[in-house]
């Protein structure tokens, strides 16, 4: 089975830094998806970003980029310029491409963007 | 252009009493997933739907708890019998499949008294 490992329960990061979130994964299958979901006080889970594992190049959206290690099965996701909005949980996921298409979910980072 | 639609978005059940949740995919979605988030963990699947047909259930405990994605209407959880370890926030997530990205609902947050 597989399982998502996020070691930081909580982080911290000032307005316009750059903060790193990590993610590790345990997987005997090759072919996979990985996703970090976001999850503010509202509660609404929501899609940061999406690596496809057959893809070599990381992915990027505006902000938040990934640094994906297929060997090392590491998954983090970096946060550029912090902004007060991205205070928020965020959860790091893995999605087996073959068989059922469920996603197994860490527990979550709670991170907070200081003024 | 709509996204996934859960309802109700709060439910306060008695113990004992059967909770239902409903759940509408995006448009063009025909694939559900049902997943159970306790108060400071990350979510857990439950189950997984196609029209008519349930995917996997492996996730689903063995009792009390059912669902299904009609050919029409909306996806339901059905939760009978309800006991406080229900209380829970469920989120519905949909998706074209192949795979594909899934999309959350907004969650419905059960509370059992």
């Known amino acids: 089975a597989q399982t998502v490992t996020q070691s930081q329960p909580e982080m911290s990061v000032q307005e316009a830094e750059t903060v790193t979130l990590s993610c590790t994964y345990d997987?005997?299958?090759?072919?996979?998806?990985l996703f970090w979901y976001k999850q503010p006080p509202s509660r609404q889970m929501i899609l940061v970003i999406r690596q496809e594992a057959y893809k070599q190049q990381n992915a990027t959206e505006n902000r938040f980029s990934v640094n994906f290690q297929k060997a090392a099965k590491s998954f983090s996701l970096k946060i550029s310029d912090s902004q007060l909005g991205d205070t928020a949980m965020y959860f790091c996921?893995?999605?087996?491409?073959?068989?059922?298409?469920?996603?197994?979910f860490g527990k979550g980072t709670k991170l907070t963007v200081n003024p | 252009n709509a996204g996934v639609m859960q309802n109700p978005r709060h439910l306060v059940r008695r113990r004992g009493q059967e909770a239902r949740l409903r759940c509408s995919p995006m448009k063009g979605h025909s694939h559900v997933y049902w997943y159970r988030q306790l108060p400071e963990e990350g979510l857990k699947f439950m189950v997984y739907l196609q029209k008519e047909n349930i995917i996997d259930e492996s996730g689903m405990p063995k009792e009390r708890f059912s669902a299904e994605f009609p050919k029409e209407g909306p996806s339901i959880l059905r939760i009978q019998q309800v006991v406080r370890g229900d209380s829970a926030a469920y989120f519905c997530?949909?998706?074209?499949?192949?795979?594909?990205?899934?999309?959350f609902g907004p969650g419905t947050r059960l509370t059992v008294l």
């Open positions: 997530a949909s998706s074209r499949g192949q795979p594909d990205t899934q999309y």
């Open positions: 997987t005997s299958e090759n072919n996979y998806y």
């Open positions: 996921a893995f999605m087996n491409q073959g068989g059922s298409e469920k996603l197994v």
